[in-house]
Each structure stands twice: as structure tokens, then as C-alpha cells.
């Protein structure tokens, strides 16, 4: 019997945070796993998502370093907090291009590539389901990765590649640090949790590694949130006026 080739994966956004969970849950599944992320990070490989030819490259690379490629897991992300009628257009389109846009450039050029069975996670999030005051920009990115999630298996179905997504709610990590440091911004989202806690890195990345070997899983966005998408979202605009005296 043929022994079986090892998986090869690459974690985009791997560098700190969900995606470097990530990346050490895959590393204990069996896989070899490259981590690309920004300039200036600890990582294999730079990448910026929303540079198209970044983008290739690393898919290039991979597959010619290591002779196949096997899991794509797009965790880069960014965010921003402004209301519709004040939002800067420049920077709707920044927070727009990471989170949507990269997720596209990522879906388009790992599916070039990936082996047959292959697997594409992205992690969405919350807001690709629930609005936010001032999350104008993010929750239409998120939203708009979640419905590009599900285009992407329809279409690359017939070639056996799987592309799923994770949505997570509430995590701590070097993105949501910066607003759960102002005052009421953690007691709200924990309260509009009905388990009542913050998941952690470590179990979005086992919700990751689960997609990236169910065989018969395609086209799924899956809710990681200790079930906050039942209730509201909390007022971050609200909070962050009160902080500050605006």
C-alpha cells in the first residue's frame, strides 16, 4: 500500500493571534505548514492578500517548494469603527480590500493549485451575520467573504477542492485587544453571549482543522460563537463616545 504524502498547508494571517493557532493545530495534525503574513512579522513568508501578485507568488512558491498544496486557512483581517454618513471612503476601502477582496485573490489562486480534496478555510466572523454600529466596512467585507465562501464550492466542487468558513464572535486577540481595553465594551459582548465567555485562538483553530479534513463538508459557514448570533451586538460606537467624552 502507498504511503500516504504529508499535507501541505499554508496559514495566511499566521503570524500572531487565530492564525498562529492555526497553524500549531495543523503542525499537530500532520501537516507541514508554511505561515505568510505582513512585512515585519514572524513568519516563512511575506504577504500582503490585497497585492494580487503576493498573492500568487506564495501559491506559486508552495506548491513548487514542497510539491503540492493541500489546506489554505485565510486568517489576515482588519477592521475600523466609523459611522456610514462620517466614513472616510479611502478607508472603507482599505478594511474592505484586506477582508474581502484578499479573500478572493486567496480563493482564486488557491484554487489554481490545490491538489484534489484540497481544502480552503476563511475565517469570516460574527458580523458576516449580525450588524454593528460602525462596523460599516467590516461587516459588508465579512458578509460578502461569507457569500464568496459559498460561490467558490459551487464552483470548485466538481475538481474535489472543499472551501468552508469559520465564523468566530468574541476572541481576544492582537485585533480586538485595542476595544475590549475600553470600559464596557467586554461586559457587553459577554452579556450578549448566552455561554457567557470569550472563545479562545485555540478553539477557532480546531474548528479550522475539522473543516480542513471533512470530507463531505463544502460550502458551510460556520457560527463559532458561543451562540451571540441569537442575540444583539454590542454598542461599540456607544462606548467608545463614552470613553472618550464625545
Not at 479534513?213 to 451586538?233: P, Q
Request: hydrophobic share 45%; glycine share 12%.
Amino acid at each position: 500500500m502507498a504511503e500516504q504524502q504529508e499535507r501541505v498547508a499554508i496559514v495566511i494571517g499566521g503570524a500572531s493571534g487565530i492564525g498562529a493557532a492555526c497553524a500549531v493545530a495543523l503542525r499537530a495534525d500532520g501537516c507541514t505548514v508554511v505561515v505568510a503574513d505582513l512585512p515585519g512579522t514572524a513568519c516563512d513568508v511575506e504577504v500582503d492578500v490585497s497585492d494580487e501578485d503576493l498573492v500568487a507568488a506564495l501559491m506559486d512558491g508552495v506548491v513548487a517548494s514542497h510539491g503540492r498544496l493541500d489546506v489554505v486557512v485565510n486568517s489576515a483581517g482588519t477592521s475600523t469603527l466609523a459611522n456610514v454618513v462620517d466614513h472616510d471612503a479611502a478607508e472603507f476601502r482599505r478594511v474592505v480590500d484586506v477582508n474581502l477582496t484578499g479573500g478572493f485573490l486567496v480563493l482564486k489562486h488557491a484554487g489554481r493549485v490545490l491538489s484534489e480534496g484540497g481544502s480552503v478555510v476563511s475565517l469570516t466572523s460574527l458580523n458576516a451575520r449580525q450588524p454593528g454600529g460602525g462596523m460599516a466596512a467590516y461587516c459588508a467585507a465579512k458578509a460578502g467573504l461569507a457569500m464568496l465562501t459559498e460561490v467558490a464550492a459551487l464552483e470548485l466542487g466538481p475538481r474535489g477542492i472543499r472551501v468552508n468558513a469559520v465564523s468566530p464572535g468574541l476572541v481576544v486577540t492582537p485585533l480586538t485587544a485595542p476595544a475590549m481595553d475600553i470600559d464596557g465594551i467586554r461586559e457587553d459582548y459577554l452579556a450578549n453571549t448566552p455561554l457567557g465567555r470569550s472563545g479562545t485562538p485555540e478553539e477557532v483553530a480546531e474548528a479550522v482543522v475539522f473543516c480542513s479534513r471533512a470530507a463531505w463538508l463544502t460550502g458551510e459557514v460556520i457560527d463559532l460563537n458561543g451562540g451571540a448570533h441569537l442575540m444583539r451586538y454590542p454598542d461599540l460606537v456607544g462606548h467608545v463616545n463614552r470613553a472618550f467624552g464625545l
